[in-house]
């Protein structure tokens, strides 16, 4: 078989919610062209051999890097019976149950890595510690305007690798926007009010954090992103960042948000894969089992 490598892909295909049901498989999944990878969404019924078969079919035509889905534990066992691997876990998730990611990677052949998916080693990311103060002209507005973050999550998706986590709605439903002077600065969040999560991500590129004072200030608008979901009475919030940007894993440090996955090959950067960390912090305390935290 001829190898594959990354690329880019056409904007208007880059995500593509799927519907599948055959005889007594039935499930959907989220299809990212543009990080060739595939969150299968699983109703957990079907033999999952044939479910995984049929993934293999489709990462192999879709030259995907990753197939992956996020399920309870007691679904994780099923999930790990044919080949996938489980490279994380999301505390919370579920409300009242922890989630684990459970992945199946492929090689550049498109055949799946025998032993499951490598390990990512990624370097131990500690708080920075800031000495500058924030601007004074700094102000912060929540924006739910579909429209607004439409085009901010069109405008920032390829520097900040943004990746859609979630159905119907490729985008975060709720933002903070940051402004000093005619300068922006994004934050967003995708909520699942039904489990009380959220996935929270900073909309910039690795040049915008450079800065301690703009560092400074994506950690403010963060916070008040927090305290938003806070109020909106989300348990838990979870970043997924790639590996390769420091001062972005050093952000979510800073906020007390602790590292519990790391996910191989997860993120295409120009032609190349980029592993990715999860970060988690509660948000408000609710009574969930503990976990163990990557070191």
């Known amino acids: 078989m001829a190898q594959r490598s990354a690329s880019r892909v056409k904007k208007e295909d880059a995500v593509e919610e799927i ?4 005889g007594d498989i039935d499930f959907c999944f989220l299809l990212n062209r543009r990080h060739h990878n595939l969150r299968v969404f699983d109703y957990r019924v079907g033999n999952y051999q044939q479910k995984r078969d049929f993934f293999d079919r489709i990462a192999w035509s879709e030259g995907l890097k990753k197939v992956y889905t996020v399920v309870e534990k007691q679904d994780s066992k099923s999930w790990r019976s044919v080949g996938f691997s489980r490279e994380g876990a999301i505390p919370g998730y579920f409300r009242t149950a922890d989630a684990y990611v459970m992945s199946r990677v492929y090689t550049d052949d498109g055949e799946p890595i025998a032993g499951g998916a490598p390990k990512l080693n990624a370097p131990s ?26 085009r901010v999550t069109r405008a920032h998706e390829n520097d900040a690798l943004y990746a859609p986590f979630r159905r119907e709605v490729y985008r975060p439903d709720v933002a903070i926007k940051g ?84 996910l191989t090959d997860h993120l295409v ?20 089992p503990k976990i163990s935290v990557f070191g």
């Not at 519907?19 to 055959?22: D, G, T």
């Not at 450079?210 to 950690?219: M, P, R």
């Not at 927090?226 to 838990?236: H, N, P, V």
């Open 179 to 262: 402004r000093v002077g005619r300068r922006e600065f994004w934050v967003g969040a995708e909520t699942d009010s039904s489990f009380g999560h959220a996935k929270v991500d900073v909309l910039a590129g690795a040049e915008a954090l450079g800065k301690d004072e703009t560092f400074a200030i994506y950690v403010a608008a963060m916070e008040q992103l927090i305290s938003e979901l806070a109020a909106r009475d989300t348990a838990s919030a979870f970043a997924v960042c790639p590996v390769d940007v420091p001062a972005l894993n050093e952000l979510f440090a800073t906020l007390g948000f602790k590292v519990t996955g790391r």
């Open 125 to 150: 990311y500690k708080p920075r510690e800031l000495e500058v103060s924030l601007p004074k002209s700094l102000s912060f507005d929540v924006v739910e305007d579909e429209t607004v973050l439409d």
């Open 269 to 288: 950067r120009g032609d190349g894969y980029v592993g990715a960390q999860i970060w988690h912090k509660r948000v408000v305390h609710t009574q969930t």
């Open 19 to 22: 519907y599948y049901r055959k």
